[in-house]
């Protein structure tokens, strides 16, 4: 699995990262959202960079410093929900390996066809020689690396390097370039690095992967990389570690994992598991020597005065999961309000009440306490059940995930057979792991379909995709990507033609409908998507590339139910001339 696959299992749609000075700036960290803090508020004051300069920072946007999250980015005027606050060329990205033959090296645009393959080292594909150009004083000592690591593979499957390592090694390249003075130098060097305190296991990934980019380069050992301005192993393990805390996954327009990508700026941003800004690659651009475009919009008014905070992990797992993921790979304990909140039940870890009155109770951790439901006071009569039920999700999840590549039947067995379990143990469509599993569960009936598809197959996946949508919209705000994403693969779900309609459906199933009521819910849905991507993929974007695609796809449905309008309004006027005859 690359790279960036497994930073966005942790991270999912919303990227991640901060930084703090050499010097004099106090270390970032997640803070909260309740209040705003002013400019003149004695807690803040106007940042200490060490030297580095960050270009890219808008007027409406400044670095300051807090007593309580350190250094960060603050809005200086009114931000409203979908405005684009960044928008810039990660300095550094590479493509995960098995999207090396369909994307772009240079723009990371995707094609099925038509991709010019180098030469050289006959790895990396460009749209056109204007691509391949635009990213040739990097490739020029990448191609060469590339043969030399093929040449010395053990097998095929490891005859490119991974793309953490071509990342890596493109950084050096360009800091070498660019001169280690250099502005671009400087805010690569101002990243983050915890090396002192990393957990023993990310010690020793950070070790392999060090090796690696020795390998890689073409030298013999890390006592050889005082060329690219490495003069010691504690500046190559401070390469490595920055690299790993301040990495973001580069991500398609529907937001699935495509490669690595490096932002010291985008980095600046503190961390929040309820956060007012998600960063996003929308491909907006019409020039694709400024693509791959990464961009922070607003999920929500951000106010005056108020830090502008993004997510580094996964908010739609439980509280735990989240502490232990920020622990890990950031080293400091979230304070968000999310996190600090006990007066109310988290709809992550949630799980209906045992009357049936429609409220929720908490997920039993402990057969000792007791649980109820915070609407009728109903206890729960067996949380250990629940306790097992969850458990074992968990160990499916994990599962399901590590061998999806490998045995996809296998994989989609597992979360058959599961979501039952967890369904009847009474967890919501919002509680971890379900949710999860859920999500898991689509993406192998998306996978399964095809041209000769069944109607069986086609309704259990909209179903699917449905139940994903309804966990996800209690969590994640209107708009948030993922949850626009899930609800644009409704919509086209929906839209898809049926192999075999049912003109009288069994009562007992009442979604999805078919026929005519279908291709209504299809359009209705994803107008529904389309301004929920506008929010998340950005106003000005119309989108992103996915809003552009929703919206051709919404006015084709929209004639098509017109021709059906009119076939019916053509069909009634015929009986009423014939019964006046």
């Not at 930073?7 to 106090?26: I, L, M, P």
């Not at 998600?278 to 929500?300: C, D, G, K, T, W």
């Not at 039920?389 to 979360?415: P, W």
């Not at 139910?561 to 015929?574: A, E, K, P, S, Y």
């Amino acid at each position: 699995m690359s790279f960036a696959s497994l930073k966005y299992q942790r991270q999912s749609k919303a990227s991640r990262s901060y930084v703090t000075s050499t010097n004099n700036s106090k270390e970032s960290h997640s803070t909260t959202i309740p209040k705003p803090i002013h400019s003149d508020d004695p807690n803040t004051s106007p940042p200490s960079n060490g030297g580095t300069v960050y270009h890219g920072i808008p007027e409406n946007v400044e670095v300051r410093v807090s007593e309580i999250s350190g250094r960060g980015l603050w809005a200086k005027n009114l931000i409203k929900a979908g405005s684009v606050i960044i928008s810039l060329r990660p300095c550094s990205f590479a493509l995960a390996s098995r999207c090396l033959d369909s994307h772009c090296s240079s723009c990371a645009a995707a094609s099925d066809s038509g991709l010019l393959r180098c030469t050289g080292c006959h790895t990396v594909r460009y749209c056109n020689t204007t691509c391949q150009t635009n990213d040739w004083s990097l490739h020029r000592p990448e191609c060469s690396a590339l043969r030399k690591w093929a040449k010395s593979a053990p097998s095929k499957n490891l005859s490119v390097p991974s793309d953490a390592v071509r990342c890596l090694g493109r950084i050096l390249w360009q800091k070498k370039k660019e001169g280690f003075d250099s502005s671009w130098s400087k805010e690569i060097d101002a990243l983050q690095s915890h090396r002192h305190s990393l957990q023993p296991r990310v010690v020793e990934n950070n070790t392999h992967l060090a090796h690696s980019l020795v390998r890689y380069l073409g030298l013999s050992s890390p006592g050889e990389l005082s060329e690219f301005g490495i003069s010691s192993a504690g500046d190559l393990a401070d390469l490595i570690s920055r690299f790993v805390t301040n990495t973001f996954a580069l991500t398609s327009p529907s937001l699935t994992p495509v490669g690595a990508s490096v932002s010291p700026l985008v980095a600046l941003f503190n961390h929040s598991c309820d956060p007012g800004a998600v960063i996003v690659f929308p491909r907006s651009s019409r020039n694709p020597a400024e693509e791959p475009q990464m961009q922070v919009i607003a999920l929500r008014d951000i106010s005056p005065n108020e830090e502008i905070l993004t997510s580094y992990i996964d908010t739609t797992l439980p509280r735990s999961l989240r502490q232990a993921a920020l622990k890990e790979t950031y080293d400091f304990t979230c304070q968000c309000e999310l996190c600090h909140d006990d007066n109310k039940i988290d709809p992550r870890e949630s799980i209906w009440c045992p009357k049936s009155c429609g409220g929720m109770c908490p997920a039993p951790s402990d057969e000792s306490e007791i649980y109820q439901c915070v609407k009728c006071r109903a206890v729960v009569a067996t949380p250990g059940f629940i306790i097992d039920a969850l458990r074992i999700g968990q160990e499916a999840l994990e599962k399901a995930t590590s061998i999806q590549d490998t045995d996809h039947d296998r994989a989609l067995q597992l979360t058959t057979n599961i979501i039952p379990i967890l369904v009847s143990a009474g967890l919501t469509p919002s509680c971890h792991p379900l949710l999860a599993l859920i999500g898991l569960h689509k993406s192998f009936l998306l996978s399964s379909l095809s041209a000769d598809i069944a109607q069986e197959l086609l309704d259990e996946t909209i179903r699917t995709a449905a139940k994903h949508y309804m966990g996800l919209s209690v969590i994640l705000c209107d708009g948030h990507p993922v949850r626009a994403v899930a609800l644009a693969e409704l919509g086209k779900l929906l839209a898809v033609d049926e192999p075999h309609p049912v003109t009288s459906p069994p009562t007992n199933i009442a979604f999805p409908p078919s026929g005519p009521p279908r291709l209504k819910a299809a359009y209705e849905t994803l107008v529904r998507a389309r301004h929920e991507l506008i929010i998340g993929f950005g106003r000005n974007n119309d989108g992103g590339e996915l809003g552009r695609n929703i919206r051709e796809t919404v006015v084709s449905l929209e004639k098509e139910l017109g021709v059906w309008t009119q076939g019916i309004h053509n069909t009634l006027q015929d009986l009423l001339n014939s019964s006046q005859k």
